[in-house]
């Protein structure tokens, strides 16, 4: 057992009668992680979701569950809770996450992807994040066209005949700006909705996912 601190945001919680908690948390170390918290609810201390936090914790290593014993809020991400469509979106990401990656999975650039987030990036930031998530867990990969799923020599995510006819101008540059970080920087985006369309049509493709597919329906966004 190692006292360790790292950065986190809790997602999901699960109260119990005593004031304990089991938390699932996301982790700038150690990525995805399960929690138990002794007095989650008591005077000196409220558990919070969606909230980013240094995270003082026991890391034990046989067994997948794991003790909080202190949590100091990022009060600069507040906004994470109180911007509800940013809140929604990151709950969506949070799912999608938990379907695909076990306990201990760490994506190498999730969490600066995601404190890199504000009130005036988020819109194209948590769609790239959605995607960016897609490609590390294998669902969408360059050289297969995620519209059709004809194989490709070039390394892209749409091939030339949905390109030339099939997909609407707005989600083809957003797909052709994923392929490449430069690009993707100079697109201006204010609206997400084709995005999760189309995300909702991949993973109803996967066949997958049916607690994010529930929430994606009852987004209002």
């Known amino acids: 057992m190692n006292s360790e601190v790292t950065k986190g945001i809790i997602y999901r919680i699960i109260k119990y009668s005593d004031r304990s908690a089991i938390c699932f948390g996301f982790t700038e170390q150690r990525g995805r992680l399960k929690f138990f918290v002794s007095n989650a609810f008591g005077k000196n201390r409220t558990i919070q979701k969606i909230f980013p936090a240094e995270i003082t914790y026991i890391y034990k290593d046989n067994t997948d569950l794991h003790k909080i014993t202190a949590i100091e809020y990022l009060t600069g991400y507040s906004f994470f809770q109180t911007e509800t469509p940013l809140y929604l979106r990151l709950n969506l990401i949070f799912e999608i996450i938990e379907d695909l990656f076990p306990l201990g999975s ?10 890199g987030l504000n009130r005036e990036n988020y819109i194209k930031g948590v769609a790239y994040i959605l995607f960016y998530i897609l490609e590390t867990a294998g669902i969408i990969s360059r050289g297969e066209c995620i519209f059709c799923g004809m194989e490709m020599e070039k390394y892209s995510f749409i091939c030339e ?20 970080r430069g690009s993707f920087r100079k697109l ?34």
């Open 106 to 115: 760490n994506l190498d650039e999730l969490w600066r992807y995601l404190m």
């Open 188 to 221: 201006l985006m204010k609206d997400d909705s084709y995005v999760i369309n189309l995300l909702s049509d991949i993973l109803k493709k996967h066949q997958i996912f049916p607690k994010s597919l529930e929430l994606i329906k009852y987004l209002n966004i």
């Open 161 to 180: 005949r949905c390109e030339d006819l099939n997909v609407d101008d707005e989600l083809k540059r957003f797909v052709k700006a994923f392929e490449d």
